[in-house]
Structures are given as structure tokens and as C-alpha cells.
């Protein structure tokens, strides 16, 4: 019997072990358990006076569904408790004699084997659901570090933006209050040809080197113009101050006209 039920309990635990390795590790836990479940439904009917350590075989084998599949493994503990219940009814009411009762001796022993299968059996599946939930921390611990990683990484973005956006609002501060000199730094990187800011930045810093190439054309023109007029000024000035003389001259010759007039007159009488 002990043999029988070690040639289920082994191959079921290599499946789960198999299963498990490719990531399927409730179809590994379900075929262990339903693969125990014949051995231990079968022993009441060879050996009833296990009929005891058959009932806590069938508690722990609930309690290990319920930890493994939890709400899911409801199917199991309904197929669990049926099986006990017919164990049950066939030890205390049908009492089959399918053997020669065993001596105390014999009785203790099936026992403490049963015992010590059932064991062992439990404590592979418990290791098992143990580095299972290993596994599940470790990658939970993964998952949260990745977490904070990408915290911290949106939080120096965030900074960085906040940055950015207080250089370009000071630019602008300047360029309202006239300062064309002034330039909003930009970094280059791989990426700054596709970053909507480093694009405004570039847009904002060509608009203002124009806007100062603009000006200062218009200063140096303003300063031609300056130049040339004084000019005009000049050489009107230089044009009246000739007319004036001219003015004066003619005024000098009348007067002396009307000299040589009146002398002609005074000759004549």
C-alpha cells in the first residue's frame, strides 16, 4: 500500500515541479492534488483503522487547496468532503472485510506510515507553495522598485520642466523690458530635436536675435539719417547766408544809383 502510494504521490510532484519551471504552476498543483486524493480516499477502504489520520489527511489537503487556489479551490474541498463522507459510511456502516483485520502491531505501524507519507507529502507541497510565494515577493520587490524608479525619474523630469519653464518666463521678463542680449540656454541631446520646449527655446532665440538685427539696422539707418540731415541744414544755411550777401550787394548798388542820379541832376541845373 505504502508503495502504492508513493508511485502516485512521486509522479504527481515531478509534474508539479516540470509545470512549474514553465511559469504553469496551479496545473503542477492541481494534478498533485488530485493525484493524492485517490490514495487517500482508497485507505479507509484497505486499512480502517487509519480511518482518523484519513480525516486529518483530508483537512490538511483542504487547507493547501485553500492556500494555493484560495476562492477557485472551492471544487476540490467539495470533492474532498464527499470522499471523506463515503470513507466514513463504508468504515462505520458497510464495514467491508476485504482483509484480515490487523493485529495492534500492524495497526500502529499502517498508521505511522500512513502517517509519515502523508507528511512528507505535505511538507513537499507546503515548500513548494512556500518558494512559490518567495518567487511572488521577490518579483512584488522587483515591481516596487521599478516603481520608485519611475518615481523618481518623473520627479527629476518634473524638476527639469519646472526649470525650464522659469528660464523661458525671465526671458521673456527681459525681452519685455527691452534686454535683446540675453539667449535661453538650451541642452543638446538625443532627444532635443523632437522636445516641444527646446523647439519653443530655439524658436524664442531666433525671434530675438532678428528682432535685434532688426533694431540695430534701425538705429544705424536713424543714425544715417541724423547725419544727412545735419548736412541738409548745413548746406541750407550756407545757401541763405549767400542770399543774404547778395541781397546786400544789390542794396549797395541801388544806393549808389541813386547817388550818381542825384549828382546827374545837380549837374544839369
Avoid at 155 to 173: C, D, G, H, N, W
Amino acid at each position: 500500500m505504502d508503495a502504492a502510494m508513493v508511485a502516485l504521490v512521486l509522479p504527481s510532484t515531478a509534474a508539479y515541479r516540470w509545470f512549474k519551471k514553465r511559469g504553469q504552476w496551479e496545473i503542477g498543483a492541481r494534478i498533485f492534488l488530485f493525484s493524492t486524493l485517490p490514495a487517500v480516499a482508497v485507505v479507509p477502504f484497505l486499512i480502517p483503522e487509519v480511518t482518523l489520520v484519513i480525516s486529518i489527511a483530508y483537512l490538511m489537503l483542504v487547507i493547501i487547496s485553500n492556500r494555493i487556489f484560495g476562492k477557485k479551490g472551492w471544487y476540490f474541498n467539495l470533492v474532498c468532503i464527499i470522499l471523506f463522507i463515503l470513507d466514513l459510511a463504508v468504515t462505520y456502516i458497510w464495514k467491508p472485510v476485504l482483509f484480515t483485520p490487523f493485529s495492534q502491531t500492524l495497526q500502529t505501524l499502517a498508521a505511522t506510515s500512513f502517517s509519515l507519507i502523508l507528511s512528507g507529502t505535505c511538507m513537499i507541497t507546503i515548500s513548494q507553495m512556500l518558494y512559490k510565494q518567495d518567487d511572488l515577493s521577490v518579483d512584488a520587490q522587483l515591481a516596487r522598485m521599478d516603481i520608485e524608479d519611475r518615481i523618481q525619474v518623473e520627479r527629476e523630469q518634473r524638476r527639469k520642466l519646472q526649470e525650464t519653464v522659469s528660464q523661458y518666463i525671465q526671458f521673456m521678463a527681459c525681452v519685455g523690458k527691452g534686454d535683446l542680449e540675453g539667449r535661453i540656454p538650451l541642452q543638446s541631446n538625443i532627444h532635443s530635436d523632437q522636445d516641444p520646449l527646446t523647439i519653443l527655446g530655439r524658436q524664442l532665440n531666433e525671434t530675438t536675435a532678428n528682432l535685434q538685427q532688426m533694431i540695430t539696422q534701425l538705429r544705424t539707418a536713424g543714425a544715417n539719417l541724423s547725419s544727412s540731415a545735419a548736412e541738409i541744414q548745413a548746406a541750407t544755411t550756407q545757401q541763405a547766408s549767400g542770399a543774404s550777401e547778395q541781397s546786400a550787394a544789390i542794396s549797395e548798388t541801388t544806393t549808389t544809383v541813386d547817388e550818381v542820379r542825384t549828382i546827374a541832376e545837380q549837374v544839369s541845373l
